[in-house]
């Protein structure tokens, strides 16, 4: 006590002196509001009465809340029919990772007994009217939330490797570079009248054996033109890699100082042009790729891969779409009345071509085997995929993946996580890297 202070009279309380004052540091966002502090001693709230036991009909226990997340929910969820599917298939229609989560609805409140008096004073300051028990704490998200899970599979047996990446590439034999892809890539935007989902995935049988991704995917834009391209490095050689990654980005090198004039091709439909051009542009990013190998001490040949390639305009009143190909893969086409393949070696009988390119001509020494083509008949709400053979084989040859992804991809455009986790579903048996881009036509 301060000695020049002058004692408290018994019984008062005294008035708070700067040895009172609590510690507190000021957030400069509260300069502009009051703070009070109460040193008034108030009693406790009184507790409230004990209600004794509840009726029979009374609501005990915990009440479940709509909108909270449980273990449950994090279960994995095959997709599909069959004694593998434990679970029903997700109840969105639409979305594999379930609705939107809406509000959560206010818990029903307990009846208390009639014969119970309701606690003296009324309700507690701040706390719930007599009569009513406390409501449980919502979980109120946005609608647009959409609840995580693990990978989905389609068919009656799950796949045997594990559903998520396992051990993570070494760098081997000096190839700093393979050790340095990373095993998925996922992109996307809008540009003109087409939407854009792409994504690049390292299989399952690599991952299993902590080796590389060989797939690549490109999503570039060269000017009034957007050009996409997966690749698909030839798993027999040590490089491919190499060639994968390369020739993507080499095809983009070289489109775009031609930009201009493919979309004039384009525009006025010139299919024999377009052919000449992408065939040169084509033979131009292959000699290349093959000068950096050379540049490596690698073999040519080590860095074979595939290639695919669209090239779209960014105007609407272009309904042409440019297509060229060395290899194998994929390129179809989803409407509304179902999937349709556009780049087929053959007629599966139904009149659609179901079967899918398997030619193994690979980049850099089948730079003269390139198949080009202009898709002139979009229609708006069209859906084109284009993939490497990871995900075409599966998606022609089984019905139920084919289901799978026509009912989400053919009613809404995925947000890109949402794509990834569509892309990913998992079929047994096929095990291979994943390239996938699709774009979605504006609809009418």
């Known amino acids: 006590m301060n000695p020049h202070e002058s004692p408290t009279p018994a019984g008062q309380v005294p008035e708070p002196g700067p040895e009172h004052a609590p510690t507190r540091k000021v957030d400069p966002i509260e300069l502009a509001a009051s703070v009070y502090e109460d040193w008034d001693p108030k009693p406790p709230d009184p507790a409230p009465a004990d209600p004794g036991p509840a009726p029979a009909d009374a609501v005990v226990g915990p009440v479940v809340t709509p909108g909270r997340v449980t273990p449950e929910d994090f279960l994995p969820r095959p997709i599909g029919r069959g004694p593998a599917a434990v679970r029903e298939p997700w109840a969105d229609p639409v979305s594999p990772l379930g ?22 004073g009324g309700a507690p300051a701040g706390g719930t009217p007599a009569g009513t028990a406390p409501a449980a704490d919502p979980v109120v998200r946005p609608p647009s939330f959409r609840t ?11 796949p045997a490797y594990p559903a998520e990446p396992t051990d993570i590439p070494a760098v081997r034999g000096g190839d700093l570079y393979g050790g340095l892809l990373p095993d998925t890539v996922v992109d996307g935007g809008r540009f003109g009248p087409v939407t854009v989902r792409a994504a690049s995935v390292r299989g399952d049988s690599h ?10 995917a490109l999503v570039v834009r060269a000017g009034g033109l957007l050009l996409v391209a997966v690749a698909d490095g030839v798993g027999s050689q040590p490089h491919s890699h190499h060639g994968s990654n390369g020739i993507v980005r080499l095809l983009a090198k070289h489109v775009l100082p031609n930009a201009d004039t493919l ?3 384009l525009r006025t439909g010139s299919a024999a042009d377009f052919t000449g051009l992408t065939d040169r542009l084509v033979a131009a990013a292959a000699e290349e790729l093959a000068q950096e190998a050379e540049r490596f001490g690698h073999p040519p040949k080590t860095w074979s891969t595939t290639l695919r390639a669209l090239l779209v305009p960014a105007d609407p009143e272009v309904p042409a779409r440019g297509f060229l190909a060395v290899g194998d893969g994929g390129l179809l086409r989803l409407r509304a009345d179902g999937w349709e393949n556009l780049d087929a070696d053959g007629d599966g009988g139904d009149g659609t071509g179901t079967l899918i390119s398997t030619r ?9 085997l390139v198949r080009s083509a202009l898709i002139t008949d979009t ?16 998606l022609v040859k089984e019905p139920e993946l084919r289901e799978f992804l026509g009912g989400r991809w053919g009613r809404e455009v995925p947000g890109l996580a949402e794509f ?5 579903v998992r079929v047994r048996s096929y095990d291979d890297d994943r390239s996938v881009v699709c774009l979605w036509e504006a609809p009418a």
């Open 99 to 120: 609705g939107p989560v809406e509000p959560a609805a206010a818990a029903p409140a307990a009846v208390l007994p009639a014969e119970t008096p309701a606690p003296a």
């Open 148 to 158: 995580p899970g693990p990978l989905a599979h389609v068919g009656r047996k799950a």
């Open 207 to 216: 991952r299993y054996a902590a080796e590389c991704r060989q797939d690549a």
């Open 263 to 265: 979309l004039d091709l």
């Open 360 to 368: 193994t001509d690979c980049l850099p020494e089948a730079y003269r």
């Open 379 to 394: 229609r708006p709400g069209d859906v084109l995929v284009l993939c490497t053979d990871g995900l075409a084989l599966p």
């Open 420 to 424: 990834l986790w569509q892309a990913q």
